[in-house]
């Protein structure tokens, strides 16, 4: 490289309600290859979660940094605040350049807020290229996968370059990421090992990797987590692929080589419940796999067939039954609330998560329990006219990105935690479908009340039940009450 180097920003947007206890591996992915191509980064992570920032403590960090070019990631329930955040990065001087899952969905979209250019797809393939273009040190015209407004406010968009060799991509710069903003790398790092995933979901909105599984080999995967736990002393690893266990042989290898190298770290991954069974599950937990994530999402097998969900409710039942006789933590993840279910449909999901309790620690009844209408997916299309939810990220009522307000009743903070999707109402669901949801949501969290000793999980329950009986007759009463309990509120 002739040119001197460019310093360029790197960002994640804030959330309100959900932490980073890891640095964003996309954002460390994008960084190594620019460092890779001689330039210098530098990691503005605002949920950061020992160092959390609202987007004008963003605007002062980056201002400080000098950059010369910003690049931003767009998750779709943080776009309002992102395009804010483009406001005030604007005064800066530095093109902006977008990129992410939803800049990937709908590339026009940053363009008329406020950015100056957006990469289509995985970054990898082209950042350095696209930094270099915006800086003036290329044409635009040359990035694959870049979608400019050119004069007259025209949207020019070049076709998508071929997809990256994994195994070809330099690791994660996790060197960028403050130690003192994360909870210890010790601890956790993600690691990608495979992108895209061929089953289709009508509300999935993991398109950004497409529908064929690409994978790093064994021998790549093995070997940044043996360096990430002699450098860094890693012990556990989490795996952010969307299905890990899609190509079978790829994964025994991986398991045959961490065995061979005296299993240096624990391990968590998400995978389709189509892809294991009892013979991988043992081979997984004897290479240190400690937890498996599954999208079970529903207990009807009406709505697994229209979701078009690539597996059977009996097989659902099968794999935590193995995943826990073979020594791992299954964790389970429901949808509720499809358009078309009701009530008994909703409690088949609930005979479900019955079924599975004695096999399951902790259900997860936290933001995304709820449909959340992504753009993109096939929920969207089908019922963003019916229900008027078109272009929803960008209007403020169904901004869910929202902690519970205080003047929430006890009962519904500690239920939904720090979400505010029914609030969001997408799906104007009925009083009876309100009712079932809250219903199977108490099972939740009762059920995850379980490990606590028995008189504080007395006191809970005595508690929430409580909140709700005070605030259907006296509402006022309960805020007085339960004031109090601000903290845990929160929690
Ligand atoms: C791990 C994870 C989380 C963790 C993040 C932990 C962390 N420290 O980063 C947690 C649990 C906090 C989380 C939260 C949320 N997540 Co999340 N998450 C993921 C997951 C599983 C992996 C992310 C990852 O590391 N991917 C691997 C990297 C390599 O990919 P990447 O980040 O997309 O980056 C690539 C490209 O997008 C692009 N790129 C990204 N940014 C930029 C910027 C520029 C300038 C350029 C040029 C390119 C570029 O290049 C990168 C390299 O190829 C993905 C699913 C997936 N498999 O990706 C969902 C996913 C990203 N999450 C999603 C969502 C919706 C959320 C939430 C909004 C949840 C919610 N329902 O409200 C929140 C967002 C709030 C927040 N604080 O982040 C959706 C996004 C969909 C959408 N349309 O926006 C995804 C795709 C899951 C899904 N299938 O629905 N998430
Ligand atoms: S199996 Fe998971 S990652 Fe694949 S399409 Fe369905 S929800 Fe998305």
């Given at each position: 490289?002739s040119?001197?180097?460019?310093?360029?920003?790197?960002v994640?947007p804030?959330?309100?309600?959900?932490?980073?206890?890891?640095?964003?591996?996309g954002l460390?992915?994008?960084?190594?290859v620019?460092?890779?191509?001689g330039?210098?980064t530098?990691?503005?992570?605002?949920?950061?979660v020992?160092?959390?920032?609202?987007?004008?403590?963003?605007?002062?960090?980056?201002?400080?940094?000098r950059?010369d070019?910003?690049?931003?990631?767009?998750?779709t329930?943080?776009?309002?605040?992102?395009?804010?955040?483009?406001g005030?990065l604007?005064?800066?001087?530095?093109p902006?350049?977008?990129?992410?899952?939803h800049?990937?969905?709908?590339?026009?979209?940053p363009?008329?807020?406020?950015?100056?250019?957006?990469?289509?797809?995985?970054?990898?393939?082209?950042?350095?290229?696209?930094?270099e273009?915006?800086a003036?040190?290329?044409?635009?015209?040359?990035?694959?996968?870049?979608?400019w407004r050119?004069?007259a406010?025209?949207?020019?968009?070049?076709?998508?370059?071929?997809?990256?060799?994994?195994?070809?991509?330099?690791w994660?710069?996790?060197?960028?990421?403050?130690?003192?903003?994360?909870?210890?790398?010790?601890?956790?790092?993600?690691?990608?090992?495979s992108?895209?995933?061929?089953?289709?979901?009508?509300?999935?909105?993991?398109?950004?990797?497409?529908r064929?599984?690409?994978?790093?080999?064994?021998?790549?995967?093995?070997?940044?987590?043996?360096e990430?736990?002699?450098t860094?002393?890693?012990?556990?690893?989490?795996?952010v692929?969307d299905?890990?266990?899609?190509?079978?042989?790829?994964?025994?290898?991986?398991?045959?080589?961490?065995?061979?190298?005296?299993?240096?770290?624990?391990?968590q991954?998400?995978?389709?419940?189509?892809?294991?069974?009892p013979?991988q599950?043992?081979?997984?937990?004897?290479a240190g796999?400690?937890?498996?994530?599954?999208?079970?999402?529903?207990?009807?097998?009406?709505?697994?067939r229209r979701?078009?969900?690539?597996?059977?409710?009996?097989?659902?039942?099968q794999?935590?039954?193995?995943?826990?006789?073979?020594?791992?933590?299954?964790?389970?993840f429901f949808?509720?609330?499809?358009?078309w279910?009701?009530?008994?449909?909703?409690?088949?999901?609930?005979s479900?998560?019955?079924f599975?309790?004695?096999?399951?620690?902790?259900?997860?009844?936290?933001?995304a329990?709820i449909?959340?209408?992504?753009?993109?997916?096939?929920?969207?299309?089908?019922?963003a006219?019916?229900?008027?939810?078109?272009?929803?990220w960008?209007?403020?009522?169904?901004s869910?990105?929202?902690p519970?307000?205080a003047?929430?009743?006890?009962?519904?903070?500690v239920?939904?935690?720090?979400?505010?999707?029914?609030?969001?109402?997408?799906?104007?669901?009925?009083?009876?479908?309100?009712?079932k949801?809250f219903?199977?949501?108490?099972?939740?969290y009762?059920?995850?009340?379980?490990?606590e000793?028995?008189l504080?999980?007395?006191?809970?329950?005595?508690l929430?039940d409580?909140s709700?009986a005070?605030?259907?007759?006296?509402?006022?009463?309960?805020?007085?009450?339960?004031?109090?309990?601000?903290?845990?509120r929160?929690?």
């Amino acid at each position: 490289m002739s040119s001197p180097p460019l310093r360029v920003a790197l960002v994640y947007p804030p959330s309100r309600t959900q932490p980073h206890h890891t640095p964003p591996m996309g954002l460390l992915m994008l960084a190594a290859v620019l460092e890779r191509a001689g330039h210098t980064t530098g990691l503005f992570d605002a949920n950061a979660v020992h160092h959390r920032l609202d987007s004008e403590g963003v605007a002062r960090e980056v201002a400080a940094f000098r950059p010369d070019v910003i690049g931003v990631t767009l998750v779709t329930p943080l776009v309002q605040e992102a395009y804010r955040l483009a406001g005030l990065l604007r005064p800066l001087g530095a093109p902006l350049l977008a990129g992410g899952p939803h800049a990937t969905l709908l590339p026009e979209e940053p363009l008329a807020h406020g950015f100056d250019a957006v990469v289509v797809g995985e970054g990898e393939p082209v950042v350095v290229q696209a930094v270099e273009a915006l800086a003036g040190r290329g044409a635009r015209q040359a990035v694959p996968g870049l979608a400019w407004r050119g004069q007259a406010g025209l949207v020019h968009r070049n076709e998508p370059p071929p997809p990256p060799d994994l195994d070809a991509l330099p690791w994660p710069a996790l060197h960028l990421a403050d130690p003192a903003h994360y909870d210890p790398a010790a601890d956790c790092v993600l690691v990608m090992s495979s992108r895209g995933c061929p089953a289709r979901c009508a509300y999935c909105a993991g398109g950004l990797f497409g529908r064929r599984f690409r994978f790093r080999s064994a021998a790549n995967v093995v070997a940044e987590l043996l360096e990430r736990h002699r450098t860094l002393g890693t012990r556990h690893v989490l795996f952010v692929d969307d299905s890990m266990g899609v190509n079978r042989e790829r994964l025994r290898e991986i398991c045959r080589l961490l065995v061979e190298a005296g299993r240096p770290v624990t391990w968590q991954m998400m995978t389709r419940v189509d892809s294991m069974d009892p013979e991988q599950l043992r081979l997984a937990a004897a290479a240190g796999c400690t937890r498996i994530d599954y999208g079970l999402e529903s207990g009807s097998p009406e709505t697994l067939r229209r979701i078009h969900k690539p597996h059977t409710l009996e097989m659902a039942r099968q794999v935590v039954v193995d995943t826990a006789a073979a020594g791992i933590q299954p964790y389970v993840f429901f949808i509720l609330g499809f358009p078309w279910e009701d009530p008994p449909a909703l409690d088949e999901t609930l005979s479900l998560m019955r079924f599975l309790a004695p096999y399951v620690e902790n259900f997860h009844p936290a933001i995304a329990s709820i449909l959340i209408p992504f753009p993109g997916t096939e929920i969207y299309r089908d019922y963003a006219g019916r229900y008027g939810f078109d272009g929803w990220w960008l209007g403020g009522r169904r901004s869910y990105d929202a902690p519970r307000p205080a003047t929430h009743a006890y009962h519904e903070c500690v239920l939904y935690r720090n979400g505010a999707v029914l609030d969001a109402d997408f799906f104007r669901y009925p009083a009876p479908v309100r009712r079932k949801i809250f219903e199977i949501f108490r099972f939740m969290y009762f059920h995850n009340l379980r490990g606590e000793p028995l008189l504080r999980r007395a006191r809970r329950k005595a508690l929430f039940d409580l909140s709700v009986a005070l605030s259907h007759r006296f509402p006022g009463l309960e805020r007085r009450l339960f004031g109090g309990l601000g903290r845990l509120r929160a929690a």
